[in-house]
């Protein structure tokens, strides 16, 4: 019998966290813990400010459990950002059989990298 315990839970027993949130930022939701880093949608801010994200759509401490409707009152996500970047190119190709045509074209998406500081219920 061959039982799969989820990356997540791996990573929150043998670090001994207990404690996450999940928040929105940039259309997008994301699962932190303290002190992990993260890769946002770019973001205006200076590298080594601090950012805090209040739209934070749940807390988990352990046992206790907060949910939003649709957000978390009160709660708040501090980050620090860590660096501004660009990521890796994506090739788009739009290619026509058999009629010696094809056309190609790259985007590399902005980005910022955050380390999360502290959750806040």
Do not use: C
Not at 6 to 29: D, E
Not at 44 to 70: C, Q, R, W, Y
């Amino acid at each position: 019998m061959n039982l799969r315990v989820p990356k997540q839970k791996r990573l929150a027993q043998i670090s001994g966290v207990n404690m996450y949130a999940v928040f929105q930022s940039g259309g997008k939701q994301h699962r932190v813990s303290e002190g992990q880093v993260v890769r946002l949608e770019k973001l205006e801010i200076a590298t080594g400010e601090k950012v805090e994200f209040d739209s934070v759509l749940m807390v988990v401490n352990g046992e206790d459990v907060k949910i939003g409707a649709p957000v978390v009152a009160g709660a708040k996500v501090v980050a620090e950002v860590v660096a501004q970047g660009r990521g890796d190119k994506v090739k788009i190709v739009k290619f026509r059989r058999r009629k010696h045509s094809r056309k190609q074209q790259g985007h590399r998406q902005w980005f910022t990298e955050v380390k999360i500081t502290g959750i806040q219920a």
